[in-house]
């Protein structure tokens, strides 16, 4: 089975600043690896995903995350954020295998972006 | 193509009562997922469906919980006599047959027992 950590469960930074996001997996098969965003009151979002190939993953809203398998960590990182990243955000892993179903997902990490 | 809906959005009933919420995904995904989500913790995966086929089930659907799609389109997610610890935010999701999981999600179904 697959599981996830994300070691910040808040993360506060102010407008325009970086940020970072941590994750890290478990999993004995190849996985593939997803970020996605839950506003208030609302379902998740998909961000980005890793299936295969390039380590490095763009997204939507200037979120790009990277893949590190010797570090088993998927990382979310963005340059310059705005008050409207302000969210939670879940880690997810799933087996890459045919069969895997599910989605293993983090306790999430609140964003509040201060302006 | 509207996404993946699911009614009610918020549902308060008292502890003992059932509730049932539906869930109406993507027409063309197959693939048919419930989770549950309570305050402060990622989505948990409760059961997944192959079109009508329940395939996989996990233990936090206990017997009180059960979940159908008898015509491989819309799901049903039914819990009998609701416990205050069911109170949770209950999550459908739909993805395409083949290829990589890549879970949609609706808005979720606000469930809160009294």
């Known amino acids: 089975a697959q599981s996830v950590t994300q070691l910040d469960s808040q993360v506060p930074v102010f407008e325009e600043a970086p940020v970072e996001l941590r994750c890290n997996y478990s999993?004995?098969?190849?996985?593939?690896l997803f970020w996605y965003v839950q506003y208030p009151n609302q379902g998740l979002q998909l961000l980005l995903k890793?299936?295969?190939?390039?380590?490095l993953v763009k997204g939507i809203n200037g979120f790009e995350a990277e893949f590190n398998k010797s570090q088993t960590s998927f990382h979310l990182r963005k340059p310059s954020v705005h008050i409207s990243d302000t969210a939670e955000y879940f880690c997810?892993?799933?087996?890459?295998?045919?069969?895997?179903?599910?989605?293993?997902f983090g306790t999430g990490t609140r964003l509040t972006v201060i302006p | 193509d509207t996404g993946v809906s699911q009614d009610p959005r918020h549902k308060i009933t008292k502890r003992g009562q059932n509730v049932t919420f539906r869930c109406d995904p993507i027409?063309?995904?197959?693939?048919l997922y419930w989770y549950r989500q309570t305050l402060g913790q990622g989505p948990e995966f409760l059961t997944y469906?192959?079109?009508?086929?329940?395939?996989?089930k996990s233990r936090l659907l206990s017997d009180r919980f059960s979940a159908e799609r008898p015509k491989g389109s819309f799901s049903t997610l039914e819990i009998q006599r609701t416990e205050q610890g069911d109170s949770a935010m209950y999550l459908c999701?739909?993805?395409?047959?083949?290829?990589?999981?890549?879970?949609?999600f609706g808005a979720g179904s606000r469930l809160t027992v009294l």
């Open positions: 999701a739909s993805s395409p047959r083949f290829g990589a999981n890549v879970l949609t």
């Open positions: 027409s063309e995904h197959n693939r």
């Open positions: 999993s004995s098969v190849s996985v593939y």
């Open positions: 469906f192959q079109n009508e086929a329940q395939l996989e």
């Open positions: 890793y299936l295969s190939g390039s380590t």
């Open positions: 997810a892993v799933s087996g890459s295998k045919s069969g895997a179903n599910n989605l293993f």
